[in-house]
């Protein structure tokens, strides 16, 4: 009797890729067989076969090729491997009106794949995009948290002002006589004019209190102390 053995079947293979988080960065392929006789060796793209079933490589087409120890191969069909685009940012920052005031920094970020993490002057990195800011100037860095070393600095740089400091100008001359009065002249520097609260003021003695407001709401006050002669403070 004549024995026929079975024809091996040909091998059968699949193939896996990882996902690009960062732009630039490169994807592993994974391919895994089945059937035909081992051992196995792979191909991409129909270059060299090699015994490892694992490739390194950057965004584009790819096909992988299996060829077992009898020469039989196959392939895989058209593994599409994308790239995202490069991480972006742009800041928005609210208006100081008063000196000594504070801006919040609002980071919208694109690009990259997951979720981002902020970071302002080389600080430590944190998961919200805001910040609460004095005047000055300022870096952001942006990066995913599933991939540090996938980051950006946003350009140009963040130049936040602030008014000058809203101060009241006060003139005024002694009062000459017990019981008389002086006329005293409130103005302002600083803020953003126009101002109110300013104008000439007829006072007799005693402690006077008075508020300059800018246009933005903000205030100072100035305490004017008026004593007849001959009086000790």
Excluded at 85 to 105: E, K, R
Excluded at 152 to 159: G, L, R, S, T
Excluded at 176 to 189: F, L, P, R, V
Aim: proline share 8%.
């Amino acid at each position: 009797n004549i024995v026929i053995n079975p024809q091996p079947q040909t091998p059968v293979i699949n193939a896996s890729a990882t996902t690009i988080t960062c732009f630039g960065n490169y994807s592993t392929v994974t391919a895994s067989a089945t059937g035909g006789v081992l051992p196995y060796e792979f191909s991409i793209n129909d270059t060299l076969f090699q015994p490892s079933n694992i490739f390194t490589v950057p965004a584009g087409f790819y096909k992988i090729s299996i060829k077992d120890s009898n020469g039989c191969s196959n392939k895989t069909d058209t593994i599409f491997i994308t790239e995202p685009l490069p991480i972006t940012g742009t800041v928005a920052a609210t208006p100081i009106n008063c000196h000594g005031d504070s801006s919040i920094l609002t980071i919208t970020a694109t690009g990259g794949v997951g979720a981002y993490e902020y970071s302002i002057n080389s600080d430590s990195y944190q998961p919200s995009n805001t910040f609460t800011v004095p005047a000055g100037n300022y870096t952001i860095d942006i990066r995913l948290i599933n991939n540090l070393s996938c980051f950006a600095a946003v350009n140009p740089k963040i130049n936040i002002t602030q008014p000058e400091k809203l101060q009241i100008v006060s003139s005024y001359e002694a009062i000459k006589y017990c019981g008389d009065s002086a006329m005293i002249n409130i103005s302002a520097s600083g803020g953003k004019p126009p101002y109110i609260g300013l104008g000439d003021f007829i006072k007799g003695p005693g402690v006077w209190t008075f508020t300059a407001v800018d246009t933005n709401g903000c205030s100072v006050t100035s305490d004017i102390t008026l004593m007849p002669p001959g009086c000790v403070e």
